[in-house]
């Protein structure tokens, strides 16, 4: 079972977590620290930035057709960057808000992951989730990028 | 996945079953469903999970007892926890239920309560239904009333969200839908209407509170119909938001033998109607807040063979600030005014002067004090201070909460 963003956690888990992350990230993708907003390849909706602030403020919770948005946090720095460029809040401030929501009994918490890997595997099996990671697909993956925040820089 | 166990607490309440009843039914109604072993992957498919939180805090008063006897010498009678577990067994179904337990002073007492168990279904952006005990919006952050771990200061503003009237207006037995639609450059209009109805214990906080202010032993308390709505704007300029809410309970019953005077058996019926209204911005690092709620109650009271009518009016406001400066520190500053009118006549009134500090050492745990001057004997019961009350007064709570 994935398991949900949880608050508790050591620097040395993150530490280990991170760079583990870092290191898969350059091996699977084409293009390492563009940030980019991912859904599922099916998927058809439209999402600009506006939206997407919306979906991590926890404003907007369903797609165009009512269904469910299930929104994940990867632990990659690039979408950590991406986060606070698009709310203006940090990571731990934006999480208080979805504690709001989420003690509030009016929704269920972001799921996190510990980096873009797993968060990619994520989208592509779970219908409704759009994840932010800091890298760019490769092309046979089963993702649809929808929004591209920071392109990668030239080589 | 953690999992936190309360079973020291369940066995004080009924309510639990109602969870265990809700969890079962989540694992018996799916299709798929089946025996425990070799099943992870239904679990799964519910997607489910588990948060809660815990609390404790001191609280001191300076010159008049409040919200306990002896709140002057200090009290750790102040803490609460919470545990709920979610599901999202489909794609626009999610259920959910959450346990409540505090104790704050003389309210309460530990009292284990549902504090909202519901199914929700997404039908649509513009309809989103949600069924069981659902807590309702009034104001802001009614909402967030039990949610330490979510704000910056100890207390929420009293003026708009006085605790002690948590229990009525927190939730409601019933249903309300949701819905939100954008509206391109004039920014976006959410909504709520809710309706239902409210059950007490005698010995809840409400009935506690509704006790000493009419001077009765409350044998029966009731509500007969909640309704209300909220209507929202998230305007263009970015993260400021306006709201306005309503709120009407009707046929609120309350009975019991007059504790003061000839022992007479009181008997209130009266109908109470709320309107807040709410301003926010939130530029950045800072969030302001503005609301205002207006409280009208009229009814009639029958000691004996006397019956009086019985018209209460309440005006309050606060402003507020609140500055992130790190990811680990958040300061906050309100000023708060209160008025009470009781058939016309003013009774009490309020103003509040509120600083609180709040440090966040890890994302799961917060660190918070808070020192409130008042002005005003709004929020103070004489039967707290039979020495007399004085019209200024000191407010000291530290709290910590960690979260899950």
Known sequence: MRRPLTFLGSAAAKVVSTTVSVALLLLLTTSAWAQVAIVKAERADAVDRDLLRNILL????????????????SADPGSRAAIEELTGRDLDRLLRGWKRILFSGNGAMPISTSGATEALELVAQRPGAIAIVGVTPSADQKVRVVVTLKAAPPK | MKHQVLSPLLVRSHQPVLVVGLVGALLACRPDAGLWAAETSTLDSLNLEAHGFVSFGYLRTWENNVYAADSTDG???????????????????????????????????????????????????????QVGRVKIPLGFYNEIQDIDAARTEVFL??????????????????GKVSGRAELDAAGALAYTVFAGT????????????????????????????????????ETPLPDFRMRLTYYQSNDIEVDGPATAGPPL???????????????????????????????????????????????????????SATWHTSRWLELYAAAEYRRSELLNRPTTYSWSWVGAVNLMPLRNWTLKAEYQFQDGTNSVLSSDNPQ?????????????????
């Open chain 2, 388 to 404: 007399g009350i004085n019209s200024y007064w000191h407010l000291f709570a530290l709290k910590t909460t960690v979260d899950f």
């Open chain 2, 75 to 129: 009290t750790t009678e102040f803490y609460e926890a919470a545990m709920n577990a979610i599901a999202r067994p489909w794609d626009r179904v999610r259920l959910g239920a959450q346990l409540f337990v505090r104790d704050f002073g003389r309210y309460d007492n530990g009292r284990v309560e549902l504090d909202w168990a519901y199914v929700d279904v997404q039908a649509h952006p513009l309809c989103d239904i």
């Open chain 2, 198 to 233: 409210k059950h007490f214990d005698n010995d809840g906080a409400y009935a506690t509170y509704v006790g000493e202010t009419a001077r009765i032993a409350v044998t029966d308390i009731s509500v007969g119909a909640v309704f209300g709505g909220m209507l929202q704007w």
């Open chain 1, 58 to 73: 926890g404003r907007v919770t369903t797609w165009a057709d009512g269904s469910q948005i299930v929104l994940i946090l």
């Open chain 2, 157 to 174: 503003p009293q003026a708009v969200y006085p605790t002690r009237l948590r229990e009525l207006l927190v939730s409601v037995d019933g």
């Open chain 2, 265 to 319: 058996d009181v008997h209130f019926v009266s109908d109470s109607r709320s309107m807040v209204a709410s301003l926010e911005w939130e530029p950045h690092d800072w969030t302001f807040a503005l609301e205002y709620l207006n409280i009208a109650t009229e009814g009639e009271s029958t000691s004996g063979a006397t019956v009086r009518p019985y018209e209460f009016d309440y005006n309050g406001g606060y402003a």
